[in-house]
């Protein structure tokens, strides 16, 4: 496919160029600035064509300006990998041959690997794929923070702390682009919930917003150099957000300097006066029929198409906003499909299993190893038992946007299967019966996951062959499927779904050698926790599941990962419930919902610290196969500048009997602040790999930024000058090293 858009591209610029002397036009000549050759190309197009650049034309595609040789913009979703091609007015598939692709774990386990290096490979591979099936925009990555832990979404997010996904995002962005290939990062800004997300009006403090939901955003945007964001479906200050004042042209454009494309939602842009002149440059949609149903050429008839266009004809409004959004998308072009820099990409090959399977397994978190249960041994044993749907279950179709069609998924089971067979026999039971169905928009699973029998006969069989197992491994957990992990849908509670407690209850009691693996993008009610010996965080991991999940579970891998959101013990211990602020309250009207975020900036476990609640599993919780020391913890000064930094240093020994990874982490406390202040607040982190006995120095630079909170009264970021403590160990809830230090003048 690229190819023949290479051939087309070469075809269309010959054309342009006919009547041209044998100059280069300056908007052709790579060896011009952009920004002229921007001003060359806006000058030469006319009022219809500026038009027709800033609004979609199919599904997934804008116009170019065939006249002058600038190809069409493609987009795609993607995540967590390319999207398969759909018609051009409708979500069925394509029935295309070539579009398969690797699906790379969701970014919660990305998140959780808390290690940046794995967010630049994970950006440049699935960068890779999106150039050889010749998409110019990447729907993605999205950075949303984990607010409850029914978000439907959640899984396609980074969690809960805004410091943690900022470090993600930038290296994510900048692999992605490196290939030519622009991100989109999304949804901007504050969708975490998505029952009534078209229609949800949050209400929310500027501090919280600044401090908590807009980091990752600016970190995109700043640091990692992003071409493109999408606008969120909900409203702030009763302004949808894909057309926001504040959102778009204050904070985004003007006070970030973002000098990229805004495309609205899918359907996201509802006010053609509020599009024009509040931020949106491309408008995108959902469904053939724009703003009205049946009609004929209906993207014709989206908000920046013909009814901005009347509204220049006839006077209403002039051309500064509409050249300044083309000038957008012109830059977009150049640094896209018009890019003679842009290779020819990959798909499918085996660097990019490699990777996917190297975060899955980096980002797999062990929460609890009592007794040492695990890693499976190799020898030594003769049967394992795999238990759940989800130990077969294929996870990459579904889930709304986030849905692939794979060229291969791994499933548990069978990588269970191939790692320890024949040496050790793995037999299975269902156990429990969820969703068996296996279609979404086209694409099928093949997978029949049909089962007659009754929960209790499920139960009863796994128990059975649990008595007869040296290992019992239950795979169970949510899925992507409506009210579970799943665009458009929030779940409707904490606990798991099917009837699991049972069935885990039964297996810990059949079987001392138990393992529950949870499969989800969010927390899950454990009321059975102190019965189970060993459980796992396993995420969504796309492609390569199977082998990632065998490689930690048998110890071929030694976990590493962190939970990047707090795990607590019920909805009640998560403030948007203990509030009672979620779902929100409906207008009289029921047009509108507005939830106030009446938390604030306690999201997470700086609620957990401030009402001195203990979660079931703590923000950067994560266990190992080894064991590991941290001492010595000193810094370069006993005091700071404010345009200075500070740098950190901790000793770090694997004191264990296997080499692996852990993750320092670095929080920092306001001794004495003039305003209200978590009790600490994660300003960095380092992850290192040692081998048995292995001792390494760590160190975390911090500078004024990391003292920081937003002044709602100077509507500024602010670092009082005082005393600090900077506290440092393996999780929020293991800190065992301190240090003072104080920032002067």
Not at 586 to 609: L, S
């Amino acid at each position: 496919m690229t190819k023949i858009r290479m051939i087309t591209l070469l075809a269309c610029l010959g054309m342009a160029m006919e009547g041209f002397s044998q100059q280069v036009p300056v908007y052709l000549d790579e060896t011009k600035p952009i920004e002229q050759r921007v001003e060359d190309a806006l000058s030469r197009m006319t009022l219809t064509e500026k038009i027709r650049v800033i609004h979609a034309q199919s599904k997934f595609s804008s116009a170019g300006v065939p006249r002058l040789g600038i190809p069409e913009l493609w987009t795609d979703d993607g995540p967590h990998g390319v999207r398969p091609d759909v018609l051009w007015d409708q979500w069925e598939q394509a029935g295309q041959s070539n579009d398969s692709c690797v699906a790379f774990p969701a970014l919660t386990c990305l998140a959780a690997t808390w290690n940046p290096a794995n967010a630049l490979l994970y950006g440049r591979s699935l960068g890779e794929e999106a150039l050889y099936r010749g998409k110019d925009m990447i729907l993605g990555p999205g950075v949303n923070i984990y607010r409850t832990p029914l978000g439907g979404r959640n899984f396609e997010y980074m969690g809960e702390d805004p410091y943690l996904a900022s470090q993600m995002v930038a290296p994510y962005v900048k692999g992605l682009q490196s290939c030519g290939v622009a991100a989109c990062v999304k949804h901007y800004a504050l969708n975490n919930d998505e029952e009534y997300r078209n229609q949800v009006n949050v209400v929310v403090s500027d501090r919280a917003l600044h401090e908590i939901y807009l980091p990752a955003f600016k970190s995109a945007v700043q640091q990692g150099g992003v071409w493109g964001l999408m606008g969120a479906y909900n409203l702030y200050k009763d302004q949808h957000n894909c057309h926001n004042d504040i959102m778009l042209n204050q904070i985004l454009k003007r006070d970030w300097g973002f000098d990229g494309v805004v495309v609205s939602d899918w359907g996201g842009a509802h006010d053609t006066d509020e599009a024009i002149h509040n931020g949106l440059d491309i408008e995108f949609g959902t469904g053939t029929d724009g703003l009205a149903h049946g009609t004929k050429n209906a993207y014709d008839n989206y908000h920046l198409a013909n009814p901005y266009l009347s509204r220049i004809l006839s006077g209403k409004v002039g051309t500064k906003e509409l050249d300044e959004k083309v000038r957008r998308v012109l830059r977009l072009f150049y640094r896209t499909n018009m890019s003679s820099n842009r290779g020819l990409g990959s798909l499918c090959s085996e660097a990019h299993y490699d990777a996917a399977r190297k975060i899955a397994a980096d980002g797999i978190v062990l929460l609890k190893n009592q007794g040492n249960v695990l890693p499976i041994p190799t020898t030594g044993i003769s049967k394992v038992l795999g238990v759940g749907e989800n130990a077969v279950k294929m996870m990459t179709v579904g889930g709304g946007s986030s849905s692939l069609k794979v060229q291969h998924e791994i499933s548990p089971l069978d990588g269970l299967r191939a790692r320890l067979e024949p040496t050790i026999k793995v037999d299975y039971a269902r156990g429990y019966v969820g969703d068996v169905t296996g279609e979404y928009n086209g694409v099928t699973t093949g997978q029949s996951l049909k089962d007659t029998r009754s929960p209790e006969e499920l139960i009863n069989d796994a128990v059975e062959k649990a008595k007869q197992a040296d290992y019992v491994i239950m795979f169970g957990g949510l899925n992507k499927s409506d009210y579970q992990d799943c665009e458009g849908h929030d779940r409707k509670e904490y606990g798991l779904p099917y009837a699991q407690d049972q069935l885990i209850e039964a297996l810990a009691k059949a079987n001392k050698r138990f393992v529950y693996v949870n499969i989800s993008g969010n927390a899950v009610a454990m009321p059975w926790v102190r019965q189970v010996p060993a459980i796992v965080q396993g995420w969504y991991l796309g492609s390569e599941t199977g082998h990632a999940m065998a490689d930690v579970l048998t110890g071929d891998v030694n976990p590493s990962g962190k939970l990047p959101y707090t795990w607590t013990v019920s909805l009640n211990d998560v403030p948007a419930h203990a509030l009672g602020t979620f779902p929100g309250t409906w207008r009289p009207d029921h047009k509108i919902i507005d939830e106030e975020y009446k938390e604030g900036i306690y999201v997470g476990y700086r609620w957990a610290d401030k009402v001195k609640t203990k979660p079931l599993f703590a923000f950067g919780h994560g266990l190992s196969y080894s064991t590991f020391k941290l001492s010595n913890l000193r810094q370069d000064s006993p005091t700071m500048t404010s345009d200075g930094k500070l740098t950190f240093t901790v000793s770090v020994k694997n004191t264990g009997s296997c080499a692996g990874g852990e993750t320092v982490q670095l929080y920092i406390h306001d001794d004495r602040a003039s305003v209200d202040r978590p009790q600490k607040e994660l300003k960095g982190f380092s992850k290192v790999y040692l081998q048995p006995g292995e001792s390494r120095d760590v160190s975390i630079t911090i500078d004024r930024s990391a003292l920081s909170f937003y002044d709602e009264a100077q509507s500024a970021w602010t670092a009082e000058p005082g005393s600090f403590t900077a506290l440092v160990g393996t999780g929020s809830d293991n800190l065992p090293l301190k240090k003072a230090f104080s920032l002067t003048e």
